[in-house]
Protein backbone atom coordinates (compact mmCIF):
# COMPACT_ATOMS: atom_id res chain seq x y z
CA UNK A 1 0.00 0.00 0.00
CA UNK A 2 0.99 3.12 -1.31
CA UNK A 3 0.57 6.07 2.04
CA UNK A 4 2.00 8.70 0.32
CA UNK A 5 -0.48 11.62 -0.10
CA UNK A 6 -0.92 13.28 -3.05
CA UNK A 7 -0.82 17.18 -3.92
CA UNK A 8 -4.78 17.17 -4.72
CA UNK A 9 -5.22 15.28 -1.57
CA UNK A 10 -2.67 17.61 0.80
CA UNK A 11 -5.09 20.45 -0.99
CA UNK A 12 -8.05 18.70 0.21
CA UNK A 13 -6.66 18.00 3.79
CA UNK A 14 -5.55 21.92 4.01
CA UNK A 15 -9.33 22.85 2.70
CA UNK A 16 -11.04 20.47 5.28
CA UNK A 17 -8.96 21.62 8.12
CA UNK A 18 -9.12 25.31 7.27
CA UNK A 19 -12.79 25.61 7.54
CA UNK A 20 -13.01 23.71 10.52
CA UNK A 21 -10.77 25.75 12.32
CA UNK A 22 -13.25 28.64 11.47
CA UNK A 23 -16.42 27.03 12.13
CA UNK A 24 -16.17 24.08 14.95
CA UNK A 25 -18.19 25.35 17.62
CA UNK A 26 -16.62 26.41 20.74
CA UNK A 27 -17.59 25.85 23.81
CA UNK A 28 -18.24 22.19 22.28
CA UNK A 29 -21.73 21.61 21.54
CA UNK A 30 -23.90 20.04 24.48
CA UNK A 31 -25.01 15.98 23.69
CA UNK A 32 -26.84 15.53 20.68
CA UNK A 33 -28.72 12.85 22.61
CA UNK A 34 -30.55 15.28 24.07
CA UNK A 35 -33.52 17.29 22.52
CA UNK A 36 -31.64 20.99 23.08
CA UNK A 37 -28.81 19.46 22.19
CA UNK A 38 -29.79 17.31 18.86
CA UNK A 39 -31.44 20.57 18.02
CA UNK A 40 -28.12 22.60 18.14
CA UNK A 41 -26.16 19.72 16.51
CA UNK A 42 -28.87 19.89 13.44
CA UNK A 43 -27.91 23.54 13.12
CA UNK A 44 -24.27 22.72 12.69
CA UNK A 45 -25.48 19.84 10.25
CA UNK A 46 -27.07 22.60 8.24
CA UNK A 47 -23.55 24.37 8.06
CA UNK A 48 -21.64 21.54 6.95
CA UNK A 49 -24.13 21.09 4.23
CA UNK A 50 -24.33 24.47 2.91
CA UNK A 51 -19.95 24.44 2.80
CA UNK A 52 -20.63 20.86 1.35
CA UNK A 53 -19.05 18.92 3.95
CA UNK A 54 -21.59 16.94 4.92
CA UNK A 55 -21.53 14.10 2.76
CA UNK A 56 -18.14 14.57 1.12
CA UNK A 57 -17.93 11.01 -0.87
CA UNK A 58 -21.09 11.07 -1.93
CA UNK A 59 -21.25 12.56 -6.15
CA UNK A 60 -22.06 16.64 -6.22
CA UNK A 61 -25.92 15.88 -7.51
CA UNK A 62 -26.70 14.56 -4.36
CA UNK A 63 -24.61 17.58 -2.21
CA UNK A 64 -21.43 15.85 -2.19
CA UNK A 65 -17.92 16.67 -3.51
CA UNK A 66 -17.34 13.11 -5.52
CA UNK A 67 -14.28 12.59 -2.71
CA UNK A 68 -12.46 9.19 -3.00
CA UNK A 69 -12.39 7.35 -0.10
CA UNK A 70 -8.73 8.30 0.84
CA UNK A 71 -9.90 11.99 0.76
CA UNK A 72 -13.41 10.81 2.90
CA UNK A 73 -10.90 9.23 5.47
CA UNK A 74 -8.96 12.48 5.35
CA UNK A 75 -11.39 14.13 6.27
CA UNK A 76 -12.86 12.09 8.84
CA UNK A 77 -9.56 12.28 10.43
CA UNK A 78 -9.56 16.38 10.28
CA UNK A 79 -12.82 16.28 11.44
CA UNK A 80 -12.37 15.06 14.42
CA UNK A 81 -9.16 16.35 15.20
CA UNK A 82 -10.75 19.21 15.12
CA UNK A 83 -13.12 18.66 18.04
CA UNK A 84 -16.16 18.76 15.89
CA UNK A 85 -19.74 17.67 17.23
CA UNK A 86 -20.57 14.06 16.52
CA UNK A 87 -22.89 13.46 13.62
CA UNK A 88 -26.46 13.22 14.46
CA UNK A 89 -27.38 12.07 10.85
CA UNK A 90 -24.89 9.28 11.11
CA UNK A 91 -27.67 6.74 10.67
CA UNK A 92 -28.74 8.01 7.25
CA UNK A 93 -25.08 9.13 5.95
CA UNK A 94 -23.09 6.17 7.45
CA UNK A 95 -26.00 3.38 7.33
CA UNK A 96 -28.90 3.83 5.02
CA UNK A 97 -27.10 6.24 1.81
CA UNK A 98 -24.41 3.43 1.16
CA UNK A 99 -27.36 0.67 0.96
CA UNK A 100 -29.73 3.37 -0.68
CA UNK A 101 -26.70 3.41 -3.42
CA UNK A 102 -26.20 0.18 -3.74
CA UNK A 103 -30.31 -1.08 -3.23
CA UNK A 104 -32.04 2.03 -4.15
CA UNK A 105 -33.72 2.32 -6.84
CA UNK A 106 -33.42 5.82 -9.39
CA UNK A 107 -36.31 7.63 -8.10
CA UNK A 108 -35.51 6.68 -4.71
CA UNK A 109 -31.95 8.01 -4.56
CA UNK A 110 -33.39 11.21 -6.16
CA UNK A 111 -35.65 11.67 -3.39
CA UNK A 112 -34.02 10.64 -0.52
CA UNK A 113 -30.43 11.05 -0.46
CA UNK A 114 -30.53 15.67 -0.81
CA UNK A 115 -32.83 15.18 2.11
CA UNK A 116 -30.32 13.03 3.90
CA UNK A 117 -27.49 15.05 3.04
CA UNK A 118 -29.01 18.23 3.86
CA UNK A 119 -30.28 17.03 7.56
CA UNK A 120 -34.05 17.72 6.39
CA UNK A 121 -34.78 14.09 7.05
CA UNK A 122 -32.84 12.31 10.19
CA UNK A 123 -33.27 8.61 9.93
CA UNK A 124 -33.31 5.89 13.00
CA UNK A 125 -32.12 2.82 13.00
CA UNK A 126 -35.46 -0.20 13.59
CA UNK A 127 -34.06 -3.50 13.88
CA UNK A 128 -34.25 -4.34 17.59
CA UNK A 129 -37.37 -5.97 19.27
CA UNK A 130 -37.89 -7.03 22.64
CA UNK A 131 -37.21 -10.48 21.84
CA UNK A 132 -35.32 -10.32 18.77
CA UNK A 133 -31.66 -8.49 19.52
CA UNK A 134 -28.96 -10.54 18.93
CA UNK A 135 -31.11 -12.70 17.08
CA UNK A 136 -32.26 -10.47 14.59
CA UNK A 137 -34.26 -12.92 12.56
CA UNK A 138 -36.44 -13.82 15.43
CA UNK A 139 -38.34 -10.26 14.74
CA UNK A 140 -42.00 -10.26 14.62
CA UNK A 141 -43.08 -6.97 13.68
CA UNK A 142 -44.72 -7.43 10.50
CA UNK A 143 -46.27 -5.90 7.27
CA UNK A 144 -49.19 -7.06 5.29
CA UNK A 145 -50.17 -6.73 1.36
CA UNK A 146 -52.68 -3.26 1.08
CA UNK A 147 -53.62 -1.38 -2.14
CA UNK A 148 -50.68 0.17 -3.27
CA UNK A 149 -48.56 -0.62 -0.40
CA UNK A 150 -48.46 -2.30 3.30
CA UNK A 151 -49.68 -2.39 6.63
CA UNK A 152 -47.21 -2.56 9.30
CA UNK A 153 -47.48 -3.42 12.92
CA UNK A 154 -45.35 -4.25 15.72
CA UNK A 155 -42.65 -2.96 18.28
CA UNK A 156 -38.71 -1.49 17.79
CA UNK A 157 -36.78 -0.89 20.66
CA UNK A 158 -33.42 0.91 21.36
CA UNK A 159 -33.88 3.37 18.60
CA UNK A 160 -31.03 5.72 18.85
CA UNK A 161 -32.23 9.30 19.13
CA UNK A 162 -35.16 7.85 17.77
CA UNK A 163 -37.71 10.38 19.85
CA UNK A 164 -35.73 13.56 17.87
CA UNK A 165 -35.81 11.72 14.18
CA UNK A 166 -37.91 11.86 11.39
CA UNK A 167 -38.13 8.80 9.71
CA UNK A 168 -37.09 5.02 10.44
CA UNK A 169 -35.66 2.53 8.26
CA UNK A 170 -36.06 -1.31 9.70
CA UNK A 171 -36.76 -4.84 8.80
CA UNK A 172 -40.38 -6.02 8.78
CA UNK A 173 -41.77 -9.65 8.32
CA UNK A 174 -43.74 -10.12 5.03
CA UNK A 175 -43.65 -14.16 5.63
CA UNK A 176 -44.29 -16.52 8.25
CA UNK A 177 -42.59 -16.43 11.26
CA UNK A 178 -40.65 -20.07 10.78
CA UNK A 179 -38.94 -19.06 7.70
CA UNK A 180 -36.88 -16.51 9.65
CA UNK A 181 -34.56 -14.41 7.63
CA UNK A 182 -35.79 -15.63 4.29
CA UNK A 183 -39.16 -13.44 4.69
CA UNK A 184 -38.31 -10.42 5.95
CA UNK A 185 -38.42 -6.97 3.95
CA UNK A 186 -36.45 -3.74 4.43
CA UNK A 187 -38.80 -0.58 4.54
CA UNK A 188 -38.67 3.30 5.09
CA UNK A 189 -41.34 4.60 7.32
CA UNK A 190 -41.82 8.41 8.40
CA UNK A 191 -42.06 8.71 12.05
CA UNK A 192 -44.78 11.07 11.32
CA UNK A 193 -47.02 8.48 10.00
CA UNK A 194 -50.48 7.66 11.53
CA UNK A 195 -50.33 4.64 13.68
CA UNK A 196 -46.74 5.17 14.90
CA UNK A 197 -45.92 6.33 18.42
CA UNK A 198 -42.34 7.37 19.71
CA UNK A 199 -41.82 6.93 23.31
CA UNK A 200 -38.27 8.29 24.10
CA UNK A 201 -36.31 6.75 27.54
CA UNK A 202 -32.76 7.33 29.18
CA UNK A 203 -29.86 5.74 28.68
CA UNK A 204 -27.26 5.03 31.52
CA UNK A 205 -25.79 8.37 31.28
CA UNK A 206 -29.47 9.79 31.67
CA UNK A 207 -30.00 11.16 28.35
CA UNK A 208 -32.86 10.62 26.65
CA UNK A 209 -31.09 9.08 23.92
CA UNK A 210 -33.15 5.66 23.46
CA UNK A 211 -36.61 4.97 21.88
CA UNK A 212 -39.33 2.82 21.72
CA UNK A 213 -41.32 3.13 18.55
CA UNK A 214 -44.94 1.26 18.19
CA UNK A 215 -46.70 0.72 14.78
CA UNK A 216 -50.25 0.12 14.69
CA UNK A 217 -51.82 -0.94 11.33
CA UNK A 218 -49.35 1.96 9.64
CA UNK A 219 -49.27 2.55 5.60
CA UNK A 220 -46.67 2.48 3.42
CA UNK A 221 -46.08 2.74 -0.25
CA UNK A 222 -44.33 0.63 -2.19
CA UNK A 223 -42.37 3.15 -3.21
CA UNK A 224 -40.29 3.11 0.29
CA UNK A 225 -39.79 -0.97 0.16
CA UNK A 226 -35.81 -0.80 -0.26
CA UNK A 227 -34.47 -3.89 -2.14
CA UNK A 228 -37.15 -6.53 -3.05
CA UNK A 229 -40.00 -8.03 -0.94
CA UNK A 230 -38.52 -10.96 0.67
CA UNK A 231 -35.16 -9.57 0.08
CA UNK A 232 -34.88 -7.51 3.36
CA UNK A 233 -31.46 -9.49 5.30
CA UNK A 234 -29.59 -9.05 2.30
CA UNK A 235 -30.06 -5.29 2.08
CA UNK A 236 -30.42 -4.75 6.19
CA UNK A 237 -27.06 -6.86 5.99
CA UNK A 238 -25.28 -3.86 3.85
CA UNK A 239 -26.45 -1.75 6.19
CA UNK A 240 -24.85 -3.60 9.26
CA UNK A 241 -21.51 -4.03 7.26
CA UNK A 242 -21.56 -0.18 7.13
CA UNK A 243 -22.07 0.26 11.23
CA UNK A 244 -19.40 -2.17 11.93
CA UNK A 245 -16.98 -1.61 9.51
CA UNK A 246 -15.73 1.60 7.64
CA UNK A 247 -18.03 4.29 7.21
CA UNK A 248 -19.18 4.37 10.80
CA UNK A 249 -15.35 3.83 12.32
CA UNK A 250 -13.22 5.47 10.93
CA UNK A 251 -9.73 5.93 13.21
CA UNK A 252 -10.16 10.05 13.58
CA UNK A 253 -12.28 9.43 16.34
CA UNK A 254 -9.80 6.91 18.06
CA UNK A 255 -6.90 8.73 17.27
CA UNK A 256 -8.40 11.70 18.37
CA UNK A 257 -9.02 10.35 22.03
CA UNK A 258 -5.73 8.43 22.08
CA UNK A 259 -4.08 11.93 21.59
CA UNK A 260 -6.43 13.65 24.33
CA UNK A 261 -5.34 10.31 26.72
CA UNK A 262 -1.14 11.24 25.92
CA UNK A 263 -2.13 14.90 26.96
CA UNK A 264 -3.55 13.53 30.44
CA UNK A 265 -0.58 11.78 31.14
CA UNK A 266 1.54 14.31 30.63
CA UNK A 267 -0.73 16.59 32.99
CA UNK A 268 -1.30 14.33 35.62
CA UNK A 269 0.20 11.18 35.14
CA UNK A 270 2.81 9.51 37.40
CA UNK A 271 4.67 7.76 35.40
CA UNK A 272 3.10 4.41 36.71
CA UNK A 273 0.36 4.24 34.00
CA UNK A 274 3.08 4.77 31.14
CA UNK A 275 2.76 1.56 29.61
CA UNK A 276 -0.77 1.33 30.04
CA UNK A 277 -1.18 4.67 27.92
CA UNK A 278 1.52 3.92 25.56
CA UNK A 279 -0.29 0.81 24.34
CA UNK A 280 -3.50 1.98 24.00
CA UNK A 281 -2.06 4.97 21.92
CA UNK A 282 -0.40 2.37 19.94
CA UNK A 283 -3.22 0.08 19.33
CA UNK A 284 -5.25 3.50 18.14
CA UNK A 285 -2.51 3.67 15.48
CA UNK A 286 -3.11 0.26 14.68
CA UNK A 287 -6.55 0.35 13.81
CA UNK A 288 -5.39 3.06 11.98
CA UNK A 289 -3.03 0.58 9.80
CA UNK A 290 -5.72 -1.68 9.68
CA UNK A 291 -8.03 0.42 8.35
CA UNK A 292 -5.71 1.96 5.49
CA UNK A 293 -5.09 -1.46 4.79
CA UNK A 294 -8.86 -2.30 4.09
CA UNK A 295 -9.17 0.73 1.99
CA UNK A 296 -6.35 -0.27 -0.16
CA UNK A 297 -8.24 -3.27 -0.60
CA UNK A 298 -11.67 -1.54 -1.23
CA UNK A 299 -10.12 0.29 -3.59
CA UNK A 300 -8.50 -2.34 -5.45
CA UNK A 301 -12.42 -4.05 -5.56
CA UNK A 302 -12.25 -6.06 -2.62
CA UNK A 303 -15.86 -6.71 -1.04
CA UNK A 304 -15.36 -6.52 2.82
CA UNK A 305 -17.93 -8.57 4.42
CA UNK A 306 -17.61 -10.78 7.54
CA UNK A 307 -14.01 -8.70 8.04
CA UNK A 308 -16.35 -5.94 9.27
CA UNK A 309 -16.46 -7.91 12.57
CA UNK A 310 -12.95 -7.73 12.62
CA UNK A 311 -13.14 -4.00 12.42
CA UNK A 312 -16.14 -3.90 15.17
CA UNK A 313 -13.95 -5.96 17.82
CA UNK A 314 -11.17 -3.84 17.23
CA UNK A 315 -12.35 -0.52 17.52
CA UNK A 316 -14.90 -1.30 20.63
CA UNK A 317 -12.72 -2.72 22.50
CA UNK A 318 -9.65 -0.11 21.76
CA UNK A 319 -12.48 2.75 22.85
CA UNK A 320 -12.69 1.30 26.33
CA UNK A 321 -9.01 0.65 26.88
CA UNK A 322 -8.50 4.23 25.74
CA UNK A 323 -11.46 5.43 28.92
CA UNK A 324 -10.54 2.63 31.47
CA UNK A 325 -6.67 4.45 31.28
CA UNK A 326 -8.06 7.59 31.46
CA UNK A 327 -10.04 6.42 34.75
CA UNK A 328 -6.76 5.10 35.98
CA UNK A 329 -4.78 8.44 35.11
CA UNK A 330 -7.48 10.52 36.99
CA UNK A 331 -8.35 8.58 39.91
CA UNK A 332 -10.98 9.13 42.08
CA UNK A 333 -11.57 12.55 39.76
CA UNK A 334 -12.86 9.97 37.23
CA UNK A 335 -16.19 9.79 39.06
CA UNK A 336 -17.08 12.99 38.33
CA UNK A 337 -19.21 14.46 35.12
CA UNK A 338 -16.73 15.47 32.25
CA UNK A 339 -15.73 14.48 29.22
CA UNK A 340 -13.88 11.65 30.20
CA UNK A 341 -16.63 10.25 32.05
CA UNK A 342 -18.99 10.20 29.80
CA UNK A 343 -17.09 8.92 27.14
CA UNK A 344 -15.86 6.34 29.47
CA UNK A 345 -20.42 5.15 30.12
CA UNK A 346 -20.26 5.85 25.85
CA UNK A 347 -17.59 3.15 25.61
CA UNK A 348 -18.94 0.66 27.87
CA UNK A 349 -21.92 0.19 24.97
CA UNK A 350 -19.60 -0.28 21.70
CA UNK A 351 -19.36 -3.52 22.68
CA UNK A 352 -23.03 -4.03 22.60
CA UNK A 353 -24.18 -1.66 19.65
CA UNK A 354 -23.44 -2.63 16.18
CA UNK A 355 -24.14 -6.31 17.03
CA UNK A 356 -22.58 -7.85 20.48
CA UNK A 357 -18.91 -9.01 20.55
CA UNK A 358 -19.63 -12.10 21.66
CA UNK A 359 -21.69 -12.73 18.26
CA UNK A 360 -18.44 -11.04 16.13
CA UNK A 361 -16.87 -13.02 17.51
CA UNK A 362 -18.92 -16.07 16.79
CA UNK A 363 -18.87 -15.11 13.04
CA UNK A 364 -15.37 -14.32 12.45
CA UNK A 365 -14.67 -17.97 13.90
CA UNK A 366 -17.38 -19.41 11.71
CA UNK A 367 -17.04 -17.35 8.64
CA UNK A 368 -13.61 -16.03 8.48
CA UNK A 369 -11.66 -18.67 10.62
CA UNK A 370 -13.72 -21.69 9.05
CA UNK A 371 -14.68 -23.23 12.72
CA UNK A 372 -17.10 -25.47 12.84
CA UNK A 373 -20.47 -24.43 14.37
CA UNK A 374 -21.19 -25.25 18.11
C1 LIG B 1 -25.87 2.58 22.70
C2 LIG B 1 -26.75 1.63 21.92
C3 LIG B 1 -27.38 2.07 20.77
C4 LIG B 1 -28.22 1.22 20.06
N1 LIG B 1 -28.88 1.73 18.96
C5 LIG B 1 -29.73 0.94 18.28
C6 LIG B 1 -30.48 1.47 17.17
O1 LIG B 1 -30.37 2.66 16.83
N2 LIG B 1 -31.34 0.66 16.54
C7 LIG B 1 -31.50 -0.65 16.87
O2 LIG B 1 -32.27 -1.33 16.21
N3 LIG B 1 -30.83 -1.20 17.93
C8 LIG B 1 -29.95 -0.43 18.64
N4 LIG B 1 -29.27 -0.94 19.72
C9 LIG B 1 -29.56 -2.31 20.17
C10 LIG B 1 -28.43 -3.31 19.92
O3 LIG B 1 -28.27 -3.56 18.56
C11 LIG B 1 -28.78 -4.57 20.72
O4 LIG B 1 -28.73 -4.24 22.09
C12 LIG B 1 -27.83 -5.72 20.43
O5 LIG B 1 -28.01 -6.19 19.13
C13 LIG B 1 -27.97 -6.87 21.43
O6 LIG B 1 -29.30 -7.31 21.48
P1 LIG B 1 -30.06 -7.47 22.88
O7 LIG B 1 -29.86 -6.21 23.65
O8 LIG B 1 -31.44 -7.95 22.60
O9 LIG B 1 -29.23 -8.61 23.68
P2 LIG B 1 -29.40 -10.17 23.53
O10 LIG B 1 -29.47 -10.55 22.09
O11 LIG B 1 -30.49 -10.62 24.43
O12 LIG B 1 -28.00 -10.67 24.10
C14 LIG B 1 -27.71 -10.72 25.48
C15 LIG B 1 -26.29 -11.33 25.63
O13 LIG B 1 -26.25 -12.69 25.14
C16 LIG B 1 -25.25 -12.83 24.15
N5 LIG B 1 -25.66 -13.75 23.10
C17 LIG B 1 -26.88 -13.78 22.49
N6 LIG B 1 -26.90 -14.74 21.53
C18 LIG B 1 -25.65 -15.31 21.54
C19 LIG B 1 -25.03 -16.34 20.77
N7 LIG B 1 -25.68 -17.00 19.80
N8 LIG B 1 -23.73 -16.63 21.04
C20 LIG B 1 -23.04 -15.98 22.00
N9 LIG B 1 -23.58 -15.00 22.76
C21 LIG B 1 -24.86 -14.67 22.53
C22 LIG B 1 -25.08 -11.41 23.58
O14 LIG B 1 -23.83 -11.26 22.95
C23 LIG B 1 -25.23 -10.55 24.83
O15 LIG B 1 -24.03 -10.49 25.54
C24 LIG B 1 -28.43 -0.12 20.47
C25 LIG B 1 -27.77 -0.58 21.63
C26 LIG B 1 -26.96 0.27 22.36
C27 LIG B 1 -26.30 -0.26 23.61
Known amino acids: MDLTWSPEEEAFRRAAREWLAAHVPSPPLPSGDTRAGFAAHLAWERELFAARWSVVSWPEEYGGRGASLWEWLIFEEEYHRAGAPARVTQNGVFLLAPTLFRFGTAEQRARLLPRIAAAEDLWAQGWSEPEAGSDLAALRSRAVRADGGWRLTGHKTWTTRGAFCTHLFGLFRTGPQDARHRALTYFLVPLDAPGVT?????????????????????????????????????????????????????????????????????????????????????????????????????????????????????????????????????????????????????????????????????????????????
Open 198 to 374: VRGFQRLDGDEGFAEVFLDDVFVPDADVLGEVGQGWTVAMATTGSERGLTLRSPGRFLHTAERLLELAREVGSGAHRDRVAQAWIDAQAYQWFTLEQVTAIAGGHEVGAEASLAKLFWSELDVRLHETAAELLGPEAELAGPWSKGFLFSLAGPIYAGTNEIQRNIVAERLLGLPRR
